[in-house]
């Protein structure tokens, strides 16, 4: 039975329209849906094991600033324990910033945290045009 509603929650977590990775505590990527496939074009063996500040996702705000070095997000959810929710820009495999929508949750086992979730999906590129990035300094 257990095996079932693993390949069940499995099925359902990669059908939905929506890109889901889990992040450990050192930001290394530990879980990358299909959703995530689909939308970004890495594929999970390219992504798990991997930090999410490697540079393949990029991702920007709407001032074009990476945020990826700095507290993205994701890192902010880890440190405090607080959901985000804001639109980004990130690198798909072919290089094309896509607009996205990303919402972070935390992940805790009692109180220890244990990294962080994000839920991302596609925006309009009419409504959310892709800025110019700004440089590092």
């Given at each position: 039975m257990d095996i079932e509603i693993t390949e069940l929650l499995q099925k359902i977590v990669d059908e939905v329209p929506l890109?889901?990775?889990v992040l450990d505590t050192e930001r290394k990527i530990v879980f990358w849906s299909a959703g995530a496939e689909r939308i970004t074009g890495y594929s999970r063996e390219e992504m798990v094991g991997r930090h999410c500040f490697e540079g393949m996702l990029d991702h920007?705000?709407?001032e074009g600033v990476h945020l990826c070095h700095d507290f993205c997000p994701m890192?902010?959810?880890i440190f405090?324990?607080?959901s985000r929710e804001q639109p980004v820009f990130l690198k798909d495999r072919t290089g094309q910033r896509i607009p996205v929508m990303v919402h972070t949750e935390p992940l805790f086992k009692g109180q220890k945290?244990?990294?962080a979730i994000e839920y991302f999906w596609l925006l309009s590129k009419c409504e959310y045009p892709v800025?110019?990035?700004r440089r590092h300094s």
């Open positions: 890109g889901i990775y920007i705000d709407r890192m902010a959810t405090d324990g607080q945290t244990l990294g800025p110019e990035e």
